[in-house]
């Protein structure tokens, strides 16, 4: 039916209104209705063509990972105020969508001679505070040089990460390497716990007595089990979902989109849905976390750029 207003809309200076409906089989009331909301569908669809533009720009930004709930996150940080269904079809009619994890395959091969540190966190990935509560785990990307190791530590509080090692091994070097680097820039309590599955790497004695030395505490879970450390493999699902599984010409390539990833991106521009505190980046969470011990200690504190008051 609209083809056959715009018709009339565009014939109507050469032929009679009238003449064009009654020809056409339409009512004069109906075509002047239509022709009055023109405007209005012609201001929609500039609105929208601009909506379209900002979510490109979030898309892009995001590296093509986000999709509706974080594209609509993002743009109510920017000032946009715009409902989550009209984000979600317009992205729907422009094939805008996030990137679907893949599965990956685990690294995990236990030594049967080391006797594994206790679970101390019995699949409970949460934290009060930065510092107390850390996972680990291993992963690989394929090169035409070889694999390039890649061993994190997230802290539970904030899901930033803290700490990480890249080689062409996973020794246990490797995850002792990425917790000094966890112990020298996560501010980490006495006692903080490091978590891991059960590879070798993480019960070996290099790695125990490394972790005793900074003060921490060794926790396992059980052989086979993902479950026992879903965050450190739903952590491992985003990297390679967002950073591709490409092959890379060599690991230096490949070190330095792991590096532009973690520290430009993940860290201080992913969003992540919090339970308290709606969309934040890891660093956020942070120092929302900052914020609320210095003045529930009674310290006057100034407001943070960027993230609005507890």
Same mark, same amino acid.
């Given at each position: ?15 009679? @209104? ?12 109906? !075509? ?9 569908? *012609? ?5 929208? =063509? ?8 979030? #898309? ?7 999709? @509706? ?57 949460? +934290? ?7 996972? /680990? ?25 803290? %700490? ?8 246990? =070097?490797?995850?002792? =390497?990425?917790?000094?680097? +966890?112990? %020298? ?9 490091? #978590? ?27 052989? /086979? ?8 493999? &739903? !952590?491992? +699902? @985003? ?16 070190? %330095? ?11 201080? *521009? ?12 890891? #660093? ?24 609005? &008051?507890?």
């Amino acid at each position: 039916m609209s083809e056959i207003y715009r018709f009339i809309a565009a014939e109507k200076a050469t032929c009679p @209104v009238a003449l064009l409906c009654r020809i056409l089989g339409v009512p004069r009331s109906s !075509f002047y209705a239509w022709a009055d909301g023109e405007e209005a569908r *012609r201001t929609r669809r500039r609105a929208d =063509d601009a909506l379209v533009h900002e979510i490109t720009v979030v #898309h892009l930004a995001s590296r093509g990972a986000y999709g @509706v709930p974080r594209v609509h996150a993002e743009l109510r940080r920017l000032g946009h105020e715009v409902n989550r269904e009209r984000i979600e079809r317009l992205m729907r009619e422009h094939g805008t969508a996030g990137i679907t994890r893949r599965r990956r395959r685990s690294l995990t091969r236990p030594d049967k001679q080391a006797r594994p540190a206790p679970d101390l966190l019995g699949r409970d990935f949460t +934290a009060d505070r930065p510092g107390t509560r850390l996972v /680990g785990d291993i992963t690989y990307l394929p090169t035409e040089e070889g694999w390039l190791y890649l061993a994190c530590w997230l802290d539970l509080a904030t899901r930033e990460v803290v %700490g990480y090692a890249m080689a062409d091994h996973h020794r246990a =070097d490797l995850v002792v =390497d990425a917790l000094q680097m +966890a112990h %020298g820039r996560g501010r980490l309590e006495p006692d903080c716990i490091a #978590h891991s599955d059960r590879g070798s790497e993480y019960t070996s004695a290099q790695f125990r007595s490394e972790a005793t030395r900074l003060g921490m505490r060794a926790s396992t879970g059980r052989t /086979g089990s993902c479950y026992d450390n879903a965050a450190a493999e &739903s !952590f491992w +699902a @985003v990297l390679k979902a967002e950073i591709g599984t490409r092959i890379r010409p060599d690991r230096a390539t490949a070190r %330095g989109e792991v590096f532009s990833f973690i520290e430009t991106f993940y860290n201080r *521009r992913r969003l992540r849905k919090h339970p308290s505190w709606d969309y934040l980046t890891p #660093h956020e969470t942070r120092q929302r976390h900052t914020l609320g011990c210095v003045r529930g200690s009674g310290v006057r504190v100034p407001s943070v750029p960027g993230v609005s &008051s507890l």
